[in-house]
């Protein structure tokens, strides 16, 4: 029986031949107690053991309770644990009991009574180390002594963790472990005892662990066999706990509570912040160092694993006694996705909760109320009891719950980053924001400056805001970088050694067990290898920029999971990959894969055993409900709704999809990483890629190794072969053999030449089998049940892509040439050699004005259709009956010029009338009177019309500029008043004259040059009109109520970018004397090197518009004759156009571009010095591409954006008397630009 204060006093004089031994806490329950016992048999010596004096230490940081003795030689101390399966469970504490002498605090002696704790990060910060918090369910495993000393289950229920040991002596065999699973007997535990001193000696072997699973047999041996793996795996903090070092390392520092509160709202560039969170991180490690007393660690309720990894910071949830947590984020996030302003601090919305919020708004149908984000009733301190027992922790790993949390709010930020461009792309002008916010606001593209950010100065605020809104690009470069530090946490962790030999524990199970676990790691693999920019559809690219700040978040190089990935599968080294690939070096890849006749044996270390996986192979779906592992229980799930079949897999057993979703992650994974790698590579670096690339082929070996080790039946025979040693008769080849021979397959066009009918001229290579010099082959025998399985498929969607795409085939087949082409080269010049003041008082000068008055008149005809479309037929007629009123003057000054007063024009200038002078006086006074001519003219009334319809021409335009918001409409009003003056000019008598200008003539025509100048340089662009007057513009008109539609706004906002582009060139395949070749070498087809023109149209619309449907391109061509007869005297011209079918010899359909080969006639040159004729040939092209997405058709190029007109049948055809033809390319004003 207990006795209390016998025998022992305060202190340690009095106390002589005892046994002390200290134990941390009080109140400790009789469930678990020290017995002495003989040393020679271990047989209990229950009437020492029950002579035991106890007596309490009150301390505030570090009570505890002593247990004393009479010490007898031959004795050993062990602790007793009850159970409900048998006798007692005994565990060694103490070989050779000594006599304690006894201490004034801490004695010789001391036991801990511990509670297993671990870190509970969150997601939001590299600096959060995480607050202690009770350990979740699953296994506790100490070492003592180098040995397995005890096997602890941990179970969680609303009053927290309970502690049920498993005899491990009973499972021990030989220097192993009995297979199976082992079943805990002991009784329900509330601390866990541990050794931390004997003899006035540490306890500095003791090592523990928590893991989520039960360790399996060959994984504690090898355990207890290999120190250095222990060592990675366990942790050893010092248990020795004494009042005064608790209280110097506790005492007014930061608790459990403080350290969440730093942590979590870590700020590099808050100093407060900082300090707290440096303070808090010194607190952290003492605590990872040595057992601390409980009452350090925060409120908390009952672990919910499940549960807690939907919060980007469970902590915050866990510790809050409230349960007020979940509806504070929902109502947070709710806040700021209604109003539309998102907070600039990354870590203050929890990622569910903005995703909840936003599923209501895009698929409200679907969504539904969600109890993860509703209040919930206050929690109890699941550490209440063990505060008031003054009891101790430790600080453990849990390295399994941070990869699954880590994993599950990747996955959750790849859906809301999905949700972000679902919520946007519902927005009315969503396509034309997107389209500014990619082409636009970019201060860089592709490395180079973009030549259109300044365009971007029209919007405003305003507008920037509204593009930066339904672009959602600040939401979306939140959850990047978001997705960024998630993949850089995850990274960071497995290349932790405590994670890898964690990753080594579940690798180390049996059976479905075991794929399960390594398909979960897989998965792992999957989520690290994509970067951000690959995931966001809205990104192409690759970047997001801010449209008010001008900040970039560019995707630059590799992320850190892909350089991770790309580390670890390159590295024969790395702990992990031995665990996750074959070893090549034991397989012959030139050959079929051997099936091992004796399966390799499980040694603990994780390592890669093919045959036990290949069992798989055979097996169909496991009952989810059966499984223990929650690996096992989702994979088993995943089989049996069949998540994760696919077409190749529905001819196989169903758990055989497990082995190619497993391989598929990793290989893809593997893919993925070198790809940015080597493309990061080749941005620092000028040296091209060698081809082969010996990286790459170890890569694609590595592969195909692993994937006929895992499925030996399906791919056992898939060998690599040197190119050279193809056969067609018994290889087949994946990816090449089942291609499509039918012409109509789109992906035969691409690329291939055609010939007038559409058909291949020349058999492709890719048909052929021909592979790069060089290469490698992966192959399997053409007879295999394999190959003839996945030819059957490949042949069964070759089908069904043929009869899907017969439509767009026909489109295509319209998009061949049909006519002919020519390049109209009539130009204008006048040059004089005459000085200036001969040029402008001469017979040249007034010529030349006829000339400038005829080309004026010219242009007007031109712009006819364009300007009544733009501004209106009032407009168009006022135009041209000034231009044909400017023509006359001019034709009377020349007839004048030349025939003096015989010209018949000269009666222009007769006096018609004379106004009286009275009348003049009265009407502008004396002095004023005396300048003014009263001989009025029919040549000055028609002059003074002319100019006043040239002054209201002006001020029309000047209104019409500004209301597109144009800065030439001060152009325009200086024009204005120069024709103004010239009115006054011509009413009144002139003064002295300069060049034959009076004072009002030289300010008419100073201030109409310097107005046509000034409309010139101030002229906005298109594109600056659709900025202004378009949705995002800072104000509207109604002369722009065509762009306010969202369709039609991003019709001419995609016209504006199309950049149609046609090139009449000479064919740089031309031969001068082909010959035909019947050999199948790499020569092109004789029609394309028998051509000796090549024309290409070409766009950016297969890039813009990819997503919205099929473009269909409609392209017409005129070969144009120029005859040309010298008579001896003059040169006369005659042209004419006909369509030339025939002169196609093949054409080339390219992703963004049409390709026609033309045999043209050459042309003749006429010698001007002797008489004769000649022939010049040129091509006129027209061309028109078209999209149909379902509701409307969308034609390019579409009018510039002042335009209104809609498409109409009147644009069907096209026109080859004209240029500039709305809706149709030219090749004049669409000349493609020459290269640099």
Not at 716 to 736: A, C, P, Q
Not at 1174 to 1201: E, H, I, K, M
Request: one cysteine or more; a negative charge; charged letters at 20%.
């Amino acid at each position: 029986m207990t006795q209390y204060s016998i025998g022992l006093t305060d202190g340690p004089a009095c106390e002589a031949g005892a046994f002390i031994v200290q134990i941390i806490g009080n109140a400790h329950p009789r469930s678990q107690r020290l017995v002495i016992c003989d040393a020679r048999d271990g047989q209990p010596d229950l009437a020492l053991t029950e002579r035991k004096r106890v007596q309490p230490l009150d301390k505030s940081w570090c009570s505890s309770v002593l247990h004393a003795w009479d010490w007898q030689a031959g004795r050993r101390l062990m602790l007793e644990i009850d159970s409900h399966d048998g006798p007692p469970i005994r565990l060694p504490l103490l070989d050779e009991m000594q006599i304690t002498p006894r201490q004034m605090e801490a004695q010789w002696n001391q036991i801990v009574p511990v509670l297993p704790f671990v870190p509970l990060p969150g997601v939001n910060s590299q600096h959060d180390h995480g607050t202690p918090v009770l350990c979740r369910a699953g296994f506790i495993y100490v070492f003592y002594r180098q040995r397995l000393w005890r096997e602890l289950q941990v179970d969680v229920d609303e009053q927290g963790p309970c502690f049920r040991d498993i005899d491990v002596a009973r499972y021990r065999q030989g220097e192993g472990f009995r297979t199976g699973h082992r079943i805990a007997s002991g009784h329900a535990l509330e601390d866990i005892w541990l050794p931390a001193s004997w003899n006035n000696q540490r306890v500095t072997d003791l090592q523990l662990c928590f893991s989520e699973i039960q360790l399996s047999a060959p994984r504690l041996r090898r355990l207890e066999q290999d120190a250095a793996l222990r060592q990675q795996r366990c942790q050893s903090p010092a248990l020795y706990c004494t009042h005064d070092e608790f209280r110097h390392l506790f005492n007014n520092r930061p608790d459990g509570q403080a350290m969440l509160e730093a942590f979590s709202a870590f700020d590099a560039f808050d100093a407060t912040n900082q300090r707290a969170a440096g303070a808090a991180h010194t607190s952290w490690l003492n605590l990872r160092q040595q057992a601390f007393p409980v009452r350090v660690a925060p409120w908390q309720r009952a672990r919910q694993p499940g549960y807690e990894w939907q919060f980007d910071q469970p902590a915050r949830y866990l510790c809050d006694p409230q349960a007020r947590y979940p509806a504070r984020c929902l109502e947070q996030a709710r806040n700021e996705v209604e109003g539309g302003t998102p907070s600039d601090s990354p870590g203050t919305v929890e990622s569910g909760a903005w995703a909840h919020c936003l599923e209501r708004l895009v698929e409200p149908e679907d969504s539904a109320s969600d109890p993860l984000w509703q209040a919930q009733a206050p929690g109890v301190d699941v550490l209440q009891r063990a505060r008031a027992r003054q009891l101790c922790g430790v600080l453990l790993e849990d390295p399994y719950y941070r990869l699954r949390h880590l994993q599950t709010r990747l996955l959750d930020q790849q859906r809301l980053l999905h949700l972000c461009g679902a919520q946007a792309s519902q927005q009315a002008h969503h396509p034309s924001a997107l389209l500014i916010q990619q082409l636009i606001v970019p201060g860089e593209i592709g490395g180079k400056k973009n030549p259109l950010q300044h365009s971007l100065d029209a919007l405003g605020e305003r507008g920037k805001g509204e593009i930066n809104r339904l672009t959602a690009a600040r939401e979306r470069a939140r959850i990047w970088r978001r997705l960024d530090l998630g993949q850089t946490l995850l990274s960071d962790s497995l290349q932790q050694s405590s994670v890898q030999q964690a990753v080594a524990d579940h690798l180390s199970l049996e059976h479905f067990e075991y794929a399960a676990a390594l398909h979960f790691v897989s998965r792992l693999f999957a989520v690290l290898a994509t970067h951000p920019a690959q995931l966001d559809t809205l990104a192409v690219n690759g970047d997001i920029t801010d449209a008010v700040t001008g900040v970039s978040l560019v995707s630059s190089g590799a992320s850190a999971g892909q350089r991770f990935i790309g580390a670890l599968a390159t590295d024969k080294r790395h702990p992990l990959h031995p665990m996750l690939w074959p070893d090549l070096d034991q397989q012959d890849l030139s050959r079929p894969y051997p099936t091992p006749l004796v399966a390799t044996p499980n040694l603990g270390d994780g390592h890669w055993r093919a045959t036990e996986l290949a069992k798989m192979e055979q097996l169909e779906a496991p009952n989810a409900e059966k499984q223990t592992q929650l690996d096992a229980i989702l994979l088993a799930g995943l089989l049996g709704n069949g998540g994760l079949n696919s077409t190749l897999t529905v001819q196989l057993k169903a758990a055989a999809a497990t082995l190619i979703n497993l391989y598929e992650n990793l290989q893809g994974a593997v893919d993925t990483a070198y790809k940015a790698t080597q493309e990061a590579r080749l941005v620092l670096s000028d040296t091209p890629q060698p081809f082969p690339d010996p990286l790459l082929l170890r890569l694609n070996r590595q592969g195909v190794a692993q994937l006929r080790s895992l499925m030996p039946e399906t791919f056992g025979e898939l060998f690599i072969i040197e190119r050279r040693d193809f056969k067609v008769e018994s290889h087949y080849l994946f990816g090449l053999r089942d291609l499509s021979r039918e012409p109509e397959r789109p992906l035969r066009h691409y690329g291939e030449f055609l010939g007038e009918h559409g058909r291949p001229i020349k058999p492709s290579p890719l048909k052929q089998g021909q592979v790069r010099n060089g290469a490698q082959l992966v192959v399997m025998p053409f007879h295999h049940p394999t190959a003839r399985r996945i030819s059957e498929l490949n042949r069964h969607i070759d089908a069904v892509h043929r009869q899907d795409q017969q439509q767009h085939a026909a489109q295509q087949q319209q998009a061949r040439a049909q006519g002919a082409l020519q390049e109209t080269l009539n130009r204008f010049e006048a040059q004089k050699n005459s000085t200036v003041y001969r040029a402008l008082d001469s017979v040249p000068f007034t010529a030349a004005v006829l000339m400038l008055e005829l080309w004026n008149v010219r242009n007007e005809f031109d712009a006819w259709d364009q300007t009544e479309r733009e501004k209106g037929e009032l407009r168009a007629h006022t135009s041209v009956v000034a231009a044909w009123a400017d023509l006359v003057i001019a034709m009377e000054a020349l007839t004048v010029r030349l025939a003096g007063s015989q010209s018949i024009l000269a009666s222009a200038r007769r006096t018609l009338l004379t106004l009286p002078e009275a009348t003049i006086s009265w009407l502008f006074g004396q002095t004023l009177a005396k300048r003014v001519n009263r001989n009025i003219s029919a040549r000055l009334i028609i002059q003074s019309g002319a100019g006043l319809l040239f002054v209201g021409l002006n001020l029309y335009d000047a209104w019409y500029t500004y209301q597109w918001g144009d800065n030439a409409y001060w152009g325009y009003l200086t024009m204005a008043s120069g024709g103004l003056a010239s009115v006054i000019g011509g009413l009144t008598l002139g003064g002295p004259t300069f060049l034959g200008l009076g004072p009002a003539g030289w300010t008419a025509l100073i201030l109409i040059l310097a107005g046509a100048g000034s409309a010139y340089l101030l002229s906005s662009t298109p594109l600056e009109d659709w900025l202004k007057r378009g949705p995002f513009g800072p104000d509207a008109s109604h002369l722009s109520a065509h762009l306010q539609a969202p369709k039609q706004a991003f019709y001419y906002l995609v016209s504006l970018f199309a950049d149609l582009r046609i090139a009449i060139e000479c064919n740089p395949y031309h031969e001068a004397d082909p010959k035909i070749s019947f050999l199948d070498d790499d020569k092109l087809a004789y029609s394309v090197r028998e051509a000796n023109l090549r024309v290409r149209i070409e766009s950016n619309l297969p890039g813009l518009l990819a997503s919205f449907g099929h473009l269909s391109l409609k392209v017409d061509y005129r070969l144009q004759e120029t005859r040309y007869y010298n008579d001896g005297e003059h040169i006369h011209q005659q042209s004419s156009y006909t369509q030339a079918p025939r002169r196609l010899l093949a054409h080339r359909l390219l992703p963004e571009a049409l390709e026609l080969y033309l045999d043209s006639p050459y042309s003749q040159t006429l010698d001007p010095t002797r008489a004769g004729s000649a022939t010049y040939y040129t091509w006129l092209v027209r061309a028109q591409v078209s999209l149909n997405d379902g509701d409307d058709t969308w034609v390019f190029p579409a009018p510039l954006p002042r335009d209104p007109t809609p498409f109409g049948p009147q644009h069907s055809k096209p026109d080859f008397d004209k240029l500039e033809q709305p809706f149709w390319a030219d090749q004049t004003t669409h000349k493609a630009r020459q290269e640099p």
